[in-house]
C-alpha cells in the first residue's frame, strides 16, 4: 500500500506537497538527510547572518517548482507520462545530492571530482538499491531521454533549479535584488518542437531573472568577505591534508580523515564506487566545523592559526581587481607578512594567496533562453531582448592575506 502524501512548510513558498511512495522513500533515505546537514550557500551567513538555509530546503523547493512546472505544461496540452513526471520529479530531488561539505567550497580540496558526477553516482547506486525505479529519471537528468524540454527543466539556463536557489537565497540573505517573478515565469513556459521555451508576454520577468541572478553572483556568492571565509577554509585543508600526509596526527572524525589521507578522483569513484560513496555520505559541515573547533588546539601554529580565524571569524582582507594583480605588488605583501615573524617564511603561501573568479549571467554559446513569439517564431532570448543582455564572462581577480591586527 502506498504511503498518503505529505505536507511540508516551506518559509519561501508555504505548504509543499510530498507525494508518498518512491519519491517519500527517497526523501527519507540517508543520503537525501544528509543534506540537511549542507548549507547551501557555504559561508555566506559570515555576511549575511540569516543565510543557514540548507540543500535539503534547496531540493524540496526545486522539486516544488518542478511539480507546478509539470501543472502548467500539462495544461497547455505537453504529452509529459506520469512516469514521466515522476522522473522529472526525482531527477531535480536528487540533483545537489552529490555536493560535499559548504557546497562548492571544498568540491576540488577534499576530492577532485565534481558534485554533478557524484550525484549521478549516488542515483545510480540508488537505482541499485530500489530495483531499477531511477532509470528514467538518469535517463532525463544525462540528457538522454528524446523529450529534451525535460532534462531543460532540470538543467538550463532557465531550469528550476536556479529559480529555487535565487529565489531562496534572496529570501534568506534578504538581499531583495535577488528576487525573481519564479510564478510568473513558470505560467509562462511552454514546450516547442520538444524544447523548452517561454511565451512572449513573460519575456522582462526572464530578463529579471538574468538581472537578479548577475546581481546576487557579484553581491552574494561572490561577496569578497564571502570569498575570504571560503579560502581560508580551503587553505585549512590544505594544511591539514600536507600536515597527515607528512605523518602527523590530527584530530577529525574518521570520514573527514580517509578524505585527507586520500585524494580521490573521478576514476577512484567508478572502481570503489560503493566504499567511497559510502564514505563521502558520512561527510557533512559538520566534521569541518568539529575538525576546526579541534584544530585551534593543534601543535601545528599555523594549522592553529587559521582554524582560530575561521572560527571567531577574524577574516583575511580580500582585493578583488578587474585586472590580474602585479607580481611585484604580490611579493610586496608577501614580504609584509613575512615581516611579522609570526610564521616561517615557507608558510607564506597558506596565507597569502590568489585567484580569480568568473561569472556569467547568460550564456549564448549553447541551449539559450527560446522565446515564442505570439506569430509562431521561436527566437533566442539574445536576438528578442529590448536591450542587450549582459552574456559576456565577467572575470574579477583577488588576492587575500591577513589583516594586521589579526595576525601573531
Same mark, same amino acid.
Given at each position: ?6 505536507? &511540508? /512548510? @516551506?518559509?519561501?513558498? +508555504?505548504? $509543499? ?7 517519500? =522513500? ?99 547506486? &540508488? /537505482? @541499485?538499491?530500489?530495483? +531499477?525505479? $531511477? ?7 544525462? =540528457? ?265
Amino acid at each position: 500500500m502506498q504511503r498518503s502524501r505529505k505536507i &511540508l /512548510n @516551506d518559509p519561501v513558498y +508555504g505548504f $509543499l506537497n510530498i507525494p508518498g511512495g518512491l519519491i517519500f =522513500d527517497l526523501i527519507e533515505h540517508p543520503y537525501f538527510q544528509r543534506l540537511r546537514r549542507i548549507k547551501q550557500t557555504s559561508l555566506t551567513h559570515y555576511v549575511y547572518p540569516g543565510a543557514l538555509h540548507t540543500r535539503f530546503h534547496h531540493a524540496l523547493g526545486a522539486f516544488h517548482l518542478t511539480r507546478q512546472a509539470i501543472e502548467v505544461l500539462r495544461s497547455k496540452d505537453t504529452d509529459i507520462s506520469e512516469a514521466e513526471a515522476e522522473a522529472l520529479s526525482i531527477a531535480i530531488l536528487l540533483h545537489d545530492i552529490g555536493h560535499g561539505p559548504f557546497s562548492h567550497t571544498l568540491e576540488h580540496t577534499l576530492i577532485q571530482v565534481h558534485h554533478e558526477e557524484l550525484s549521478v553516482l549516488f542515483m545510480q547506486k &540508488l /537505482n @541499485d538499491e530500489m530495483g +531499477g525505479r $531511477l532509470s528514467l529519471a538518469i535517463q532525463i537528468f544525462l =540528457d538522454e531521454y528524446p523529450k529534451k524540454f525535460l532534462h531543460q527543466l532540470v538543467s538550463g539556463q532557465l531550469d528550476m533549479d536556479r529559480m529555487d536557489y535565487l529565489n531562496r537565497d534572496s529570501f534568506f540573505t534578504g538581499v531583495h535584488e535577488g528576487v525573481i517573478g519564479y510564478d510568473r515565469i513558470i505560467k509562462m513556459l511552454a514546450v516547442q518542437d520538444g524544447e523548452l521555451v517561454v511565451e512572449e508576454k513573460g519575456i522582462y520577468s526572464v530578463e529579471k531573472f538574468l538581472i537578479a541572478r548577475r546581481l546576487m553572483y557579484w553581491q552574494v556568492y561572490l561577496h569578497k568577505t564571502v570569498l575570504a571565509a571560503e579560502q581560508m577554509l580551503v587553505q585549512t585543508l590544505r594544511r591539514a591534508r600536507d600536515l597527515v600526509q607528512q605523518g602527523q596526527d590530527l584530530r577529525a572524525s574518521d570520514s573527514l580523515l580517509f578524505f585527507l589521507y586520500r585524494t580521490c578522483t573521478a576514476a577512484d569513484f567508478i572502481v570503489e564506487r560503493d566504499l567511497l560513496l559510502e564514505r563521502f555520505a558520512e561527510l557533512d559541515d559538520y566534521d569541518i566545523m568539529s575538525a576546526l573547533k579541534s584544530w585551534m588546539h593543534a601543535s601545528d601554529p599555523l594549522l592553529a592559526y587559521l582554524s582560530r580565524c575561521l572560527i571567531h571569524r577574524r577574516l583575511f582582507r580580500l582585493e578583488l581587481r578587474n585586472e590580474p594583480f602585479e607580481p611585484e605588488y604580490i611579493r610586496y605583501v608577501c614580504e609584509q607578512v613575512e615581516a611579522t615573524g609570526t610564521f616561517a617564511p615557507e608558510m607564506t603561501d597558506y596565507l597569502v594567496f590568489h585567484g580569480r573568479e568568473t561569472n556569467s549571467a547568460y550564456s549564448t554559446s549553447k541551449d539559450e533562453i527560446k522565446i515564442l513569439h505570439k506569430d509562431g517564431r521561436v527566437l533566442p532570448m539574445s536576438a528578442t531582448a529590448d536591450y542587450g543582455i549582459q552574456s559576456k564572462i565577467v572575470t574579477k581577480y583577488y588576492l587575500c592575506y591577513p589583516k594586521a591586527g589579526i595576525i601573531g
